[in-house]
């Protein structure tokens, strides 16, 4: 059975990866290794990796890890669920992070925007539906990754 569920980025700069996601975002650092750059956050019981690019590793021959070229085209979106969206983008604006948005409120509830890390991944702010003052009362949480979806 499984413990733990995580991630692993291809970042250009472990080290300003890890200040965004420690500083920024509030991740906790489980460990962090010089050769090859790789650093290890954890958030809420979920691990996030942040692999330097560049660097081969046995243990996955013949797949090189790259940061994402075009910051405009995404194949991942990292999603963190608060309990107050609006405070939390305004946390982040004041600490300077970049957003693709302002904050949006769905009409099934909740609210979420998106960050932007120091490599162009994806980062939702989700405040799902349900929790806080902007959730119909009758919203089950569907959140974006529900959006639509039927019960």
Not at 8 to 27: E, K, Q, T
Request: glycine content about 10%.
């Amino acid at each position: 059975m499984a413990r733990r569920a995580g991630a692993i980025l291809a970042v250009a700069d472990v080290d300003r990866s890890l200040a965004f996601y420690r500083d920024a975002l509030g991740f906790e650092v489980e460990a962090v290794y010089d050769d090859p750059p790789y650093a290890t956050l954890t958030l809420a019981g979920t691990r996030l990796s942040l692999a330097e690019q560049g660097h081969p590793a046995d243990d996955r021959p013949g797949v090189a890890m790259t940061a994402p070229a075009d910051p405009s085209q995404a194949s991942v979106v990292l999603v963190v669920e608060v309990d107050d969206a609006h405070a939390e983008h305004r946390r982040l604006a004041d600490a300077g992070v970049r957003f693709l948005a302002e904050p949006y409120e769905p009409p099934w509830g909740g609210c979420r925007f998106f960050c932007v890390d120091p490599d162009g991944f994806l980062v939702e702010i989700e405040q799902p539906a349900g929790v806080g003052s902007t959730e119909p009362a009758e919203s089950g949480g569907a959140g974006s990754a529900g959006a639509g979806a039927t019960s």
